[in-house]
């Protein structure tokens, strides 16, 4: 747990709530892989789900939006509704929505999907897999275009505009 920092945009601070004053100085920067490049390896177990595992390999084809998170990240739980909304909305083309986990145990996961009303597919990060993807701050949101690519990254809670250009941008706008 110790190993990301949560940052909370003040109006003249960002104050860091985990990782210590050395993250302070560190949070200009993006938390993810680079954008424009294939995306890493993703194979992950469910703990909510109706199929056992998450495999980005298997969802090529269609873009992918992926939320790193951790039960006790405040700025998680926040972003949780905006991206909640975004799963549901009607578009274009198909996006898979899943979050990552990176509890220390996976019934913590589980219990954070469902406190936070999470309707999409929610896996436990049980292999390090955020630290193959550069992820150190959360909550980190990815989205993995449909040949595999990694086309946005943000390292905070995005806003509904946000998410919606980023959808858009993978062709997947809002359907009304």
Known sequence: MARFRVAIAAPTALLVLAGGLSGALSLAGR?????????????LPLVKGNVPRFSLVEERGRPVLIEVFASWCRACEGAAPTLA??????????????GVS???DPFLAAVAAQRWSIPYDVAFDDVGAADTWKVDRLPAVIV?????????VGSSAPT??????WLADVGAPRVD
Do not use: C, K, N, T
Not at 160 to 165: F, G, H, K, P, Q
């Open 102 to 104: 990176v509890d220390d």
């Open 144 to 152: 993995v275009d449909a040949a595999g690519s990694v086309r946005h």
């Open 85 to 98: 909304a975004a799963s549901r909305v009607r578009r274009a083309r198909e996006v898979r929505f899943v």
């Open 31 to 43: 938390s993810g892989p680079p954008v424009g490049v294939a995306a890493p390896p993703l194979d």
């Open 160 to 165: 509904a505009a946000e998410l919606e250009r």
